[in-house]
């Protein structure tokens, strides 16, 4: 595993693969390494236009690649719908799905579901599009994954219960509306998220003993759009001004930060539950990543996945409990 980098993919030919958010930096660069060792990739994204400049840009970059772009906005449910529909029209089985695509620290606001924004995308969405393609990953037979992209800042926010808010304006663990509000809050809650639905994703596929892992990553500190966008929204502030810093001076290239989900999608001998992440914490080679504890809670992973279910219409009613 150290040292490990891209030319230790195994070959991905006759394999099918989705990746969420794969017009620009971590998810394009996964897209582009698993399309190079012969995967046929669907890019998931928002922007058509973004969409179809990413499978124009990746085929110049891997000549002969199988790509195609299919429209995936994580924040309406219906088109989320939409995707799982139009991918299971072109394609009998999914060897792969990369939930990859994200925000970070948003001003408050809402999908046009009505969830607060950060957990409507970064979780919400991802928990319904998983469902929806689970017959496809059913049909790829042994070997077929799901990987989360999760990040270091989970340990932001707890997802919490009960007293802490509704769950459809992201009060998982804090305020239920736009008062009180805090986005770095709220996007840790939406990563903690991530993990405790690998977790009980996991745990339910061991206990069904299905042949589909799920798997969990992070890229560590990795110069992306992801987080320029976060520091623009501070203004011209100290923040900001680190955040620039940091992306210049510290931050590993979006290339390294890919890493850790392209081994968590291709390295034999990944098990369920595994959390991968660059080596010393914020950049290097991929290996078994720390984790908060709440993220292993097997009550809360339960109860997060009801709300889910309830939230999104979407039922995984044929894995048990």
């Known amino acids: 595993m150290p040292g490990w980098n891209a030319t230790h993919i195994p070959d991905q030919s006759g394999r099918t693969a989705v990746v969420t958010g794969a017009n620009s930096g971590i ?37 002969g690649a199988e790509v195609e772009f299919i429209p995936l906005d994580l924040a309406d449910l219906t088109s989320v719908r939409e995707f799982a529909t139009a991918f299971g029209e072109r394609h009998p089985s999914l060897d792969l799905l990369v939930n990859n695509a994200g925000v970070m620290a948003l001003p408050y606001g809402r999908t046009a579901d009505g969830f607060e924004t950060q957990f409507g995308v970064n979780h919400l969405g991802h928990f319904a599009l998983t469902g929806l393609l689970l017959p496809r990953l059913r049909a790829a037979g042994a070997g077929a994954r799901i990987v989360n992209v999760s990040s270091g800042f989970h340990v932001l926010g707890k997802v919490g219960f009960g007293v802490d808010g509704p769950a459809e304006t992201g009060g998982f663990g804090g305020p239920g509306g736009e008062h009180g509000y805090r986005r770095w809050a709220a996007y840790g809650r939406s990563k903690t998220a991530n993990l405790l639905f690998t977790h009980e994703l996991g745990r339910r596929f061991a206990a069904a003993r299905s042949t589909i892992t799920a798997a969990a990553a992070h890229p ?60 010393f914490g914020w950049r290097g080679a991929p290996v078994p990543s720390w984790r908060a504890a709440w993220t292993l809670d097997d009550t809360a992973g339960e109860r997060l996945w009801a709300a889910s279910e309830e939230l999104t219409g979407v039922s995984y009613a044929s894995l048990p409990r």
């Open 27 to 63: 998810g394009h660069v996964t897209a582009r390494e698993l399309a190079r060792r012969g995967a046929s990739v669907v890019l998931a994204c928002r922007s058509a236009a973004r969409g179809r400049a990413a499978v124009v840009r990746l085929r110049a970059e891997v000549p």
């Open 220 to 279: 560590g500190y990795a110069a992306s759009n992801l987080h320029a966008g976060a520091a623009t929204l501070e203004g011209p502030t100290l923040i900001s001004r680190a955040a620039a810093l940091g992306n210049a001076v510290v931050a590993q290239p979006t290339a390294s930060g890919a890493l850790p989900t392209l081994y968590a999608a291709t390295a034999p001998g990944i098990g369920q539950d595994a959390f991968i992440g660059p080596r």
